[in-house]
């Protein structure tokens, strides 16, 4: 069985002025929004301060929700206000790090994810937190989620991959990898002990296929892409094109 994906948001922290005018109803390649990921249309990757918006321009059924899964607490991946507009159309399940300091409250129980547990989830897949190479304080994850022999790792925000959630990954041969792509295509920025460059990831891939993680089948993507350190989004696109990346943008569907 396939997993359909709509990212609804694919954007780092520096937002577009336009989104407040222009592209305040509509999805824009440029002007992109907090990241975020629906699957399946009723299970949600985060929701950061403009992912409310992202679902009624996508034109999801918010009320259809039933479990949302934080990757960390940083403000455009974690809005309280916008996870309380989505549980009150009715309950949900709000999965975090083990460790995040989150309270139950009306209409949102928490579930608080030990690494490389997996977890089943309504019987429809299975996702497992790996740990994530990012601000600490924020308690970050990675995820995995697996649908008989889909599997589709998610990793955005965070550098390289730590020791254990290389280990983990090794001969999963995933499907599809949402990598962060933050940083673009140059070298020398700071953020490498956060965020991934595209050098970064060009450095990655090759090793990801020696130890079975990917092969030629998998399709690799980046999201999290900061506009403000990337070229237009077309012309990453043709930047990528030979090393077979996808670069993602927000409103995009796929069925993997």
Partial sequence: ?????????????DYS??????????????ARRSSSLLIDKKYLVDCGEHTWDSLRISGADASKITNVFITHLHDDHFNIENIRKVASLGKICLWVNEN???EEENNIEIVKMKPFQKYNVDGDFTITALPSNHDPLSFPVHF?????EKRIFYGCDGAWLLAG???F???KKLSLMVLDGTVGDYTGDYRLAEHNSIPMIRMMLPSLKTFGVIDETTRVMISHIAPSLHKSHIETVGLLKKDKIEVAYDGQKLEI
């Fill in 1 to 13: 069985m396939s997993i359909k994906l709509q990212f609804l948001g694919t954007c780092a922290c």
């Fill in 100 to 102: 995040a300091p989150i």
């Fill in 165 to 167: 959630t290389y280990n």
């Fill in 144 to 148: 995995l989620i697996e649908k008989e």
């Fill in 17 to 30: 002025e336009k989104l407040k005018n222009e592209f305040k109803d509509c999805f824009d390649y440029d």
């Fill in 169 to 171: 990954l090794r001969n």
